[in-house]
């Protein structure tokens, strides 16, 4: 892994090298906790930088067996340590291998390999590293230009607040709005949300006009704290409008606590995408839609550590392309059709949102409808090589925003990086096939433009 990995010809490694590497980062997606910007957290160890939250690395250290308190439970921290370190030593081809020894070149500055042998070496390092390497400091280092977090429509955003006010980071640090919770009616946790969304609204949600004034009230809210986006975790999209007396009685029965069937909630869903895409539209927001998850399949696990630990999957039925495109369509129609990024978590939608987003263009907005990066199980070499591959052959590659980290670790910056090198040696090679010409005005801008600039613009920050 030295300074020309991945990077497999003279032209990719010139690309890299001469104009992909020096390019700032725009982590336009991601899930890390402004408060620890705030706090500017410094790390006692490697273990809580590496393995607080990240479910990437606990699903890896479970593969080879690792029990479950030295993954999240109570085990020493260095314990932990060396689990993940025996799993890594299981796993040539995982992005994980790349990443960890990426970031410790780039922020621990060490070239060896990680290993259970090398382990103590490893941690007495990091811990002397990490002594002056506080979040703040990894994110000037890493040259990150923009931070998007997620949060729910109820959050105070005083983090974000005390960051812009107090001018505390380097990078601009923005929100994102994530209405999973308002538009989960199905849910047994429905009504108990919609009393605390009520209450940051100050508004009482009884009906239908209600729900959405309240919504309307956050959405300002979040417009005042710098917010240029929303982003939506969802199965599917089912095409099923209804009237508004139909999505009233459905909602009524959630606050109530009643059983929402399938189709009612797939109602509710479409209903209330359909109000707060038309909302994106008005102020110009970006739409973010990641599709396609199994989430908590694992019932057992489920119920002894709950969501986001590392029991999710891929949904063999993918986007449900069918449903999306309608609902586009629809907002197409109605004119409020905001600017879209696709997300699927089936790497065999890929062909599939490929061809879609041509078919949503808009004169003067290059790429308004995206197929976002390679996301999650296909956030992987081959998985971004598969994903530049088909977007390449179908679409205009050129108009593509680009990487982001999709991270709850403030060391992740590297995964912009290993993109970008990957980018470079998909290029590098049909030049020296001579697939595509040796031009390097013309590379060094598809090169640039998809590292940093389309975001940029894209996004408008």
Same mark, same amino acid.
């Given at each position: 892994?030295?300074?020309? *990995?991945?990077?497999?010809?003279?032209?990719?490694?010139?690309?890299?090298?001469?104009?992909?590497?020096?390019?700032?980062?725009?982590?336009?997606?991601?899930?890390?906790?402004?408060?620890?910007?705030?706090?500017?957290?410094?790390?006692?160890?490697?273990?809580?930088?590496?393995?607080?939250?990240?479910?990437?690395?606990?699903?890896?250290?479970?593969?080879?067996?690792?029990?479950?308190?030295?993954?999240?439970?109570?085990?020493?921290?260095?314990?932990?340590?060396?689990?993940?370190?025996?799993?890594? $030593?299981?796993?040539?081809?995982?992005?994980?291998?790349?990443?960890?020894?990426?970031?410790?070149?780039?922020?621990? &500055?060490?070239?060896?390999?990680?290993?259970?042998?090398?382990?103590?070496?490893?941690?007495?390092?990091?811990?002397?590293?990490?002594?002056?390497?506080?979040?703040?400091?990894?994110?000037?280092?890493?040259?990150?230009?923009?931070?998007?977090?997620?949060?729910?429509?109820?959050?105070?955003?005083?983090?974000?607040?005390?960051?812009?006010?107090?001018?505390?980071?380097?990078?601009?640090?923005?929100?994102?709005?994530?209405?999973?919770?308002?538009?989960?009616?199905?849910?047994?946790?429905?009504?108990?949300?919609?009393?605390?969304?009520?209450?940051?609204?100050?508004?009482?949600?009884?009906?239908?006009?209600?729900?959405?004034?309240?919504?309307?009230?956050?959405?300002?809210?979040?417009?005042?704290?710098?917010?240029?986006?929303?982003?939506?975790?969802?199965?599917?999209?089912?095409?099923?409008?209804?009237?508004?007396?139909?999505?009233?009685?459905?909602?009524?029965?959630?606050?109530?606590?009643?059983?929402?069937?399938?189709?009612?909630?797939?109602?509710?869903? *479409?209903?209330?995408?359909?109000?707060?895409?038309?909302?994106?539209?008005?102020?110009?927001?970006?739409?973010?839609?990641?599709? &396609?998850?199994?989430?908590?399949?694992?019932?057992?696990?489920?119920?002894?550590?709950?969501?986001?630990?590392?029991?999710?999957?891929?949904?063999?039925?993918?986007?449900?392309?069918?449903?999306?495109?309608?609902?586009?369509?629809?907002?197409?129609?109605?004119?409020?059709?905001?600017?879209?990024?696709?997300?699927?978590?089936?790497?065999?939608?890929?062909?599939?949102?490929?061809?879609?987003?041509?078919?949503?263009?808009?004169?003067?907005?290059?790429?308004?409808?995206?197929? &976002?990066?390679?996301?999650?199980?296909?956030?992987?070499?081959?998985?971004?090589?598969?994903?530049?591959?088909?977007?390449?052959?179908?679409?205009?590659?050129?108009?593509?925003?680009?990487?982001?980290?999709?991270?709850?670790?403030?060391?992740?910056?590297?995964?912009?990086?290993?993109?970008?090198?990957?980018?470079?040696?998909?290029?590098?090679?049909?030049? $020296?096939? &001579?697939?595509?010409?040796?031009?390097?005005?013309?590379?060094?801008?598809?090169?640039?433009?998809?590292?940093?600039?389309?975001?940029?613009?894209?996004?408008?920050?």
């Amino acid at each position: 892994m030295g300074k020309n *990995f991945i990077l497999s010809s003279d032209t990719a490694e010139k690309l890299f090298h001469q104009y992909a590497e020096q390019m700032p980062v725009i982590d336009y997606h991601c899930h890390i906790n402004p408060q620890e910007i705030v706090d500017d957290r410094v790390y006692k160890n490697i273990t809580q930088a590496w393995l607080e939250g990240d479910h990437y690395k606990w699903r890896l250290m479970r593969a080879i067996g690792a029990p479950e308190e030295e993954v999240t439970g109570n085990a020493p921290e260095r314990v932990k340590f060396q689990r993940f370190v025996e799993a890594l $030593e299981h796993a040539p081809g995982n992005p994980l291998y790349h990443w960890s020894h990426m970031e410790l070149q780039r922020y621990m &500055g060490y070239d060896g390999v990680l290993s259970a042998e090398t382990a103590e070496e490893v941690w007495k390092l990091c811990e002397e590293q990490l002594k002056d390497l506080s979040v703040r400091k990894i994110i000037k280092n890493s040259k990150v230009e923009v931070i998007v977090t997620t949060d729910d429509p109820i959050a105070d955003l005083e983090a974000h607040r005390k960051i812009r006010a107090e001018h505390l980071c380097s990078a601009k640090v923005l929100p994102s709005w994530r209405p999973d919770q308002a538009m989960a009616v199905e849910r047994k946790s429905f009504s108990g949300y919609m009393k605390s969304l009520g209450e940051a609204a100050g508004v009482e949600i009884k009906d239908l006009d209600s729900l959405k004034a309240a919504l309307l009230s956050r959405l300002e809210y979040f417009q005042a704290a710098g917010c240029v986006g929303s982003d939506h975790g969802l199965s599917l999209v089912s095409f099923l409008p209804s009237d508004d007396k139909t999505i009233d009685c459905i909602l009524k029965k959630g606050l109530a606590g009643e059983t929402v069937s399938g189709e009612e909630a797939e109602r509710y869903h *479409f209903a209330l995408l359909v109000f707060l895409a038309q909302e994106y539209a008005k102020r110009g927001w970006v739409m973010e839609m990641h599709l &396609g998850p199994l989430r908590s399949v694992s019932t057992k696990n489920f119920r002894e550590l709950g969501p986001d630990t590392g029991f999710d999957c891929i949904d063999g039925y993918g986007a449900g392309v069918s449903g999306l495109v309608g609902f586009l369509d629809y907002l197409q129609e109605r004119g409020a059709l905001p600017k879209t990024v696709l997300f699927s978590l089936n790497p065999n939608d890929n062909a599939l949102l490929d061809a879609a987003v041509g078919c949503f263009t808009e004169a003067g907005v290059p790429g308004k409808i995206q197929h &976002g990066a390679a996301w999650w199980f296909n956030d992987t070499k081959l998985g971004m090589e598969q994903h530049l591959k088909s977007l390449a052959s179908i679409s205009a590659l050129g108009t593509f925003i680009g990487m982001l980290t999709d991270s709850r670790s403030y060391l992740s910056y590297t995964r912009h990086e290993y993109f970008r090198r990957i980018l470079c040696n998909v290029l590098g090679a049909w030049v $020296e096939r &001579g697939e595509f010409p040796n031009d390097l005005g013309m590379l060094s801008r598809l090169v640039q433009n998809i590292s940093y600039y389309n975001a940029k613009n894209y996004f408008g920050f």
